[in-house]
């Protein structure tokens, strides 16, 4: 459905998953009350949403917990590849640092089948958290960066003698654990997690809605009275982009801004592509940004790697000099190389006051 015009105008319509999902192939459109699994779960809140699944807070009335489950569209083969991974993970006993995998199913909707995965109820992701606090003009405390930077390299470590690799580990796909709202009462869960909101979905000619469609507009819940991550550590969320040593992928999708040097400057993608988003993500915990602000040309990008971090491996800059060569130059002019420290090290010691997010290494 990719006229909006046709439903009640709501901002519902434009900040949360695009509607156009809804279709055959495509997203199953839940309400707050569904249950799914033979009544096993009963839906309270949404929790998430991405191009390839939307993600609900759900009890489980048998195990009397709260969980998450992750609806795939029901044209997507993620969920069988991605239920593959996890389970290797905890055969190889990695999954301690990841997000632990309670259930899964088959739903069958108006819109196809759908691979659903149920997940212990993790907190917010690291992004949300960290956005939270900048929003009050505040950061992390330097005891909470240490931790999660230890916890988050511990993770990919645990992965890596695994022999897997995440592939695509940023501050959206890194969450707090939540221990003490596992067996919670509703309204507890709810006053941490945000009591849900929601409109009806409704056509303006009073035609009904499809079958494919969500009669609600639920909104993403915002953890309102989240205050625990000085308490609860953190966890990797989302291996749809893993992969095996020895079955490195020929591409990888990136965000803007945050892909690794060497999938652009060589033909290979392996394990190491981790360690480079793990330095992105605790760049954003000790500076609340990303490190390259200008994402997009793909030439702009390496620019700001250059001018940020230092000058490019020699085997790279044949390659570099072609890029060069067919782009807008003026941009150049945006960045120098002047001084004998890089601007990451300037910045770092510019900005980072606290004497024990200086020391060498982390104990």
Known sequence: MDDLSIFRPS???HNQERMSRYCPGGFHPVCLGDTLNQRRYHVYH????????TVWLALDVILEKWVSIKIMAADSSEHSRELRVIQSLQEHQASNSMVQLVDSFIHRGPNGSHGCLVFELLGPTLTRVVVDYGRDRDRLEPEIILKITKQLLQAVASLHRARYAHGNISGVNVAFACRHLTQSSKKEALRIIGF???ENLIRLDGQAIGRGMPKQLVKTAIWDDWAEEDEEDIKLVSFRHAFSHGNEPTNLTQPPGLE?????????ID???????????????LFASMPFPFPGDIYVVVLQMIDFVEELPEEWVPKWTLMKAGARREWDKCFSWHDERSKLEQKFHDRVRDPSLKKQGIQ
């Open 260 to 268: 690794a040097p060497e999938t652009i400057f060589t033909d290979s």
């Open 271 to 285: 394990y190491r592509i981790d360690l480079w988003r793990v330095g992105t993500v605790i760049y954003k915990l």
């Open 196 to 198: 849900p909101e929601w």
């Open 46 to 53: 949404k929790l998430g949403w991405g191009g390839y699944s």
């Open 11 to 13: 901002n519902l319509l």
